[in-house]
């Protein structure tokens, strides 16, 4: 079950990588003249998408919610990666899904 997990998380991590990278258009072409022209913008935005979508579903998979809800969680972000990003962020109701880690109180 765990395996199982794990694959499937590397495979949606891998998707959202290739979904980074900037778009295709003739100022990146090999055949330009003046390849430094290329803008990044598209790149890099695509890249912080993508590190806060992995930040989001750390903090999903690490919660203590039931497996079909990180699982929809999950997809969620992985298929509407900014909507879904700040729906998780705003209606998830993240306090009371956290685990406790730390020390319990001294009586």
């Keep these: 079950?765990?395996?199982?997990?794990?694959?499937?998380f590397l495979q949606l991590w891998l998707a959202t990588l290739a979904f980074a990278a900037p778009i295709?258009?003739?100022a990146i072409?090999?055949?330009?003249?003046?390849p430094w022209h290329?803008?990044?913008?598209?790149g890099i935005i695509g890249f912080i998408v993508l590190v806060l979508d992995i930040l989001v579903w750390i903090e999903v998979?690490?919660?203590n919610r039931p497996v079909s809800?990180?699982?929809?969680w999950c997809l969620v972000v992985f298929?509407?990666?900014i909507v879904g990003m700040l729906v998780y962020y705003l209606f998830s109701n993240r306090q009371a899904h956290m685990r406790s880690g730390g020390y319990e109180p001294v009586p």
């Design 61 to 63: 998979l690490q919660s």
């Design 29 to 34: 072409s090999a055949t330009s003249a003046k």
């Design 69 to 72: 809800h990180k699982i929809l």
């Design 1 to 8: 079950m765990f395996n199982n997990a794990v694959i499937s």
């Design 24 to 26: 295709a258009d003739d």
């Design 79 to 81: 298929l509407f990666p």
């Design 38 to 42: 290329y803008g990044t913008g598209g």
